[in-house]
């Protein structure tokens, strides 16, 4: 019914760069939220960044100052912008969104399949 296809992700060196991006696909009314959540090996999934439609931000402690959240709602995408990357940032991303589709009355949530992220030191 709905669909969340990321990109994005890959190798870098600690200190460098790496834009994430996922679009949503499907029997779409309404995306309430979009963000970002991640897993380490061993350690539980973990919100990362989130913004609900209305445009404000979310973002976890460890984050804050590096990690950049946005959305284009026109595209149903969401793009998280990751700078000053740390090897603790080494983790599976997944993106989410709280989506309004045709076929129910209310919304849920939506996962994407997850992309590595892994940040050398």
């Known amino acids: 019914q709905v669909q969340l296809v990321e990109s994005g992700g890959g190798l870098v060196q600690a200190g460098g760069s790496l834009g994430l991006s996922c679009a949503a696909s499907?029997?779409?009314?309404?995306?309430?939220?979009m963000g970002w959540y991640r897993q380490a090996p061993g350690k539980q999934r973990e919100l990362v960044a989130s913004?609900?439609?209305?445009?404000?931000?979310n973002y976890a402690d460890s984050v804050k100052g590096r990690f950049t959240i946005s959305r284009d709602n026109t595209k149903k995408t969401v793009y998280l912008q990751m700078n000053s990357l740390k090897p603790e940032d080494t983790a599976v991303y997944y993106c989410n969104a709280l989506v309004l589709t045709t076929m129910l009355a209310v919304p849920r949530d939506y996962w994407g399949q997850g992309t590595q992220v892994t940040v050398s030191s």
């Open positions: 913004m609900p439609s209305g445009g404000s931000t």
């Open positions: 499907g029997i779409i009314s309404r995306i309430d939220a």
